[in-house]
């Protein structure tokens, strides 16, 4: 088997159509896949179907954007195997992705006030099917540049970091209401790479609410992030998995299945068992 549990669609911020994914994962061996797209479930049925035309086991996911509240940092929770309605889910995240569509289009207004040529309409059909546009969607109408080249770093810095025109961010999902939510809906909650946003002190708190799994395989992860993920899952019980994290044009290159997921027995007993 080669599972990758970790990779992203245009259903957000991801450059490639479910179906692009589905023949590239295809190409690499992949024989396990979950779409993570952010804060949203609406993909689903299209990659179920593309999933049967490959032959590639699809695992239902999501990432959720969450926050943690005590510390003062971003925790992004995975989840996998939720029911198809995913009623609880949606609920927390419907809200949060109407609020990150608002701030996108303040972004776009004062990136248009700040001297740069951008045409909403336009970003609106390069996001689709996704309905809320990305900071990476804006990109795309503003370089040409490779998302890891030194232009589009320093655009994107100057755009949205610090005092930048269209800084400034969204109210995040709490991080305990979204392992709740994934719980209610019959999933796997998991903590997405905790070494790239340091969350790891909150994975104890998270348990307590039903956590059950925890990010070990990412391409942000070092040796000592490996060895931190194998000792809290070996205490806490939790499942371990992985992958690419691929977005396409709008992230790092990488193929998908280059970055699998561990254990990977232990992850489908667990998902089919809940």
């Known amino acids: 088997m080669k599972a990758d549990l970790h990779v992203h669609s245009r259903y957000s911020d991801g450059s490639d159509l479910v179906e692009s994914v589905m023949k590239k994962a295809s190409e690499q061996g992949v024989t396990d896949i979950s779409f993570v797209d952010h804060d949203t479930v609406k993909g689903l049925p299209e990659i179920i179907k593309l999933g049967e035309k490959y032959g590639i086991k699809v695992i239902p996911g999501i990432e959720i954007s969450a926050y943690d509240f005590n510390r003062n940092r971003k925790v992004h929770v995975l989840g996998y195997n939720y029911l198809p309605d995913a009623t609880h889910i949606q609920k927390i ?14 972004q776009i207004e004062h990136i248009i ?10 970003i609106k059909e390069t996001a689709k099917p996704s309905e809320t546009i990305y900071k990476q969607h804006i990109m795309h109408h503003l370089t040409d540049a490779d998302y890891s080249s030194s232009e589009y770093k320093q655009l994107y810095k100057r755009l949205f970091k610090g005092d930048g025109v269209a800084a400034g961010d969204i109210e995040y999902i709490d991080a305990f209401e979204a392992v709740q939510a994934i719980v209610a809906d019959g999933g796997l909650a998991v903590v997405a790479h905790p070494g790239q946003l340091n969350s790891y002190d909150l994975i104890p708190e998270l348990v307590e609410v039903g956590l059950g799994g925890i990010e070990r395989n990412h391409l942000d992860h070092t040796d000592e992030d490996y060895q931190k993920v194998e000792v809290i899952a070996e205490k ?4 371990m998995t ?9 992230g790092v290159t990488i193929e998908i ?18």
């Open 93 to 106: 995240c419907e809200p949060l992705l109407e609020r990150r569509q608002a701030h996108s289009i303040w």
């Open 113 to 122: 006030a700040a001297g740069y040529e951008l045409d909403i309409e336009a």
């Open 236 to 239: 806490y019980g939790l499942i």
């Open 242 to 250: 992985g992958g690419t994290d691929f977005h396409g044009l709008y």
């Open 257 to 274: 299945g280059a970055i699998v997921s561990p254990s990977f027995q232990r992850v489908v007993k667990k998902v089919n068992s809940i």
